[in-house]
Structures are given as structure tokens and as C-alpha cells.
Antibody
Framework: EVQLVESGGGPAQPGRSLRLSCTTS????????MSWFRQAPGKGLEWVGF??????DYAASVKGRFTISRNDSSSIAYLQMNSLKTEDTAVYYC?????????WGQGTLVTVSS | ETVLTQSPGTLSLSPGERATLSCRAS???????LAWYQHKPGQAPRLLIY???TRASGIPDRFIGSGSGTDFTLTISRLEPEDFVIYYC?????????FGPGTRVDVK
């Protein structure tokens, strides 16, 4: 069974950093691209970025502040979020793949507030 | 960036009725790489349709995707009680992989 579990969410102050983890099982992680999405309160879904082998791509809203990385030996994907802004408050989802997404995690809430 | 517009914003229907949801792109979606997701509050999104018209594994045949180029439609032929949630279209033909703002299907 494919499983993706996000962790690391919580409160953070503007300008600070937070790292989210996505722990996976049930599929060949090393052969899979991994993506992050988010949903701000009362808003729709937003693509954040993805990592596929050595390639990464990001939404303009997070480029230069967020970094996606992965540890293939432990099947974990990461989202390093720096210089956080209040508008980064959202539920963050990790997902397997980077085009149409069959498998999603349940999400972790990040709240950026002073 | 390809901007997706969904209409209507809210659709009020009764169980058993037919729902027609529209997704329009600001430019042609490459290879019709257009997906539809169902999103229930507090849950992960669920892929319904990809490639504009291919049903994902396990999706009931009442969900029908159609369209090409810039105009796409998700039809739910007969609404079941669990279908009254929010639906998003997403294009994955080119970065950034944008979503529409969503259509909420409400019980009339």
C-alpha cells in the first residue's frame, strides 16, 4: 500500500524557517518524482514544486525561499521553507509524481504568524 | 503561465441530477494534460480524470471528462450524496502546474 505521511508542520514566525518531511512507503521511491502542494485557508490548491532525479522546479511564489530535497535511502522527501511569510500559512501536501497525482499525503498545517 | 478558470463557482443541484463543470485555460494545454480532482475537507485530493478524459483507477463511471485545447468539462452523470464537495482542474502540460479556483457542488 502506498503511504505518504507529512510531518514538521506547526507555528512559525515570519522570517523564520521550517522543514517539512514526507515519509513514504509502498512504492519505489528512488524511481519517483515527488511534489509538494499547499492549500491556504479558504483558498484553492496551489502547486509548490517538485523534485525529479536531479531536477527541481518551483512556483514563482516560493522560488528562492523554498527548497525540495530527498533522501532516497530512507524514502523521505523534504520541503525546506526559509524566510517564511504570513501568506505561506497553509496545509502542505506531499505527493508522488509531478504531473497528474494519484497519491497524496494527508497534509500538515503550517501557520506563519507573529 | 497558464491560467485556469472554472465555472460556475458554485453549483447547486439535487442527488441524482447531472452536474456539468467547466474549466477554461488561458492558452492551449499541451497534449491535453488536464486533470480533475475531487477534494473533501480534511482529506487529500482525489484524482478523478487525467489526460482530459481518462478515468483514474477506481473512479466510478459517472465521472466523465471531456474537452481539448482550452475548454474542458467534467460531467457527473448522476450525483451521489458523497459527490457534494469541491472539484479542481489542473494543467500539467507546462510549468507552473496551475490549478483552477475550484467549483463547489452543493445540495440544492
Amino acid at each position: 500500500e502506498v503511504q505518504l505521511v507529512e510531518s514538521g508542520g506547526g507555528p512559525a514566525q515570519p522570517g523564520r524557517s521550517l522543514r517539512l518531511s514526507c515519509t513514504t512507503s509502498g512504492f519505489s521511491f528512488g524511481d519517483s518524482a515527488m511534489s509538494w502542494f499547499r492549500q491556504a485557508p479558504g483558498k484553492g490548491l496551489e502547486w509548490v514544486g517538485f523534485i525529479s532525479r536531479g531536477t527541481t522546479d518551483y512556483a514563482a511564489s516560493v522560488k528562492g525561499r523554498f527548497t525540495i530535497s530527498r533522501n532516497d535511502s530512507s524514502s523521505i522527501a523534504y520541503l525546506q521553507m526559509n524566510s517564511l511569510k504570513t501568506e505561506d500559512t497553509a496545509v502542505y501536501y506531499c505527493a508522488r509524481g509531478h504531473t497528474m497525482i494519484f497519491y497524496w499525503g494527508q497534509g500538515t498545517l503550517v501557520t506563519v504568524s507573529s | 503561465e497558464t491560467v485556469l478558470t472554472q465555472s460556475p463557482g458554485t453549483l447547486s443541484l439535487s442527488p441524482g441530477e447531472r452536474a456539468t463543470l467547466s474549466c477554461r485555460a488561458s492558452q492551449s494545454v499541451r497534449s491535453n494534460y488536464l486533470a480533475w480532482y475531487q477534494h473533501k475537507p480534511g482529506q487529500a485530493p482525489r484524482l478523478l480524470i487525467y489526460g482530459a478524459s481518462t478515468r483514474a483507477s477506481g473512479i466510478p463511471d459517472r465521472f466523465i471528462g471531456s474537452g481539448s485545447g482550452t475548454d474542458f468539462t467534467l460531467t457527473i452523470s448522476r450525483l451521489e450524496p458523497e459527490d457534494f464537495v469541491i472539484y479542481y482542474c489542473q494543467q500539467y502540460g507546462g510549468s507552473p502546474f496551475t490549478f483552477g479556483p475550484g467549483t463547489r457542488v452543493d445540495v440544492k
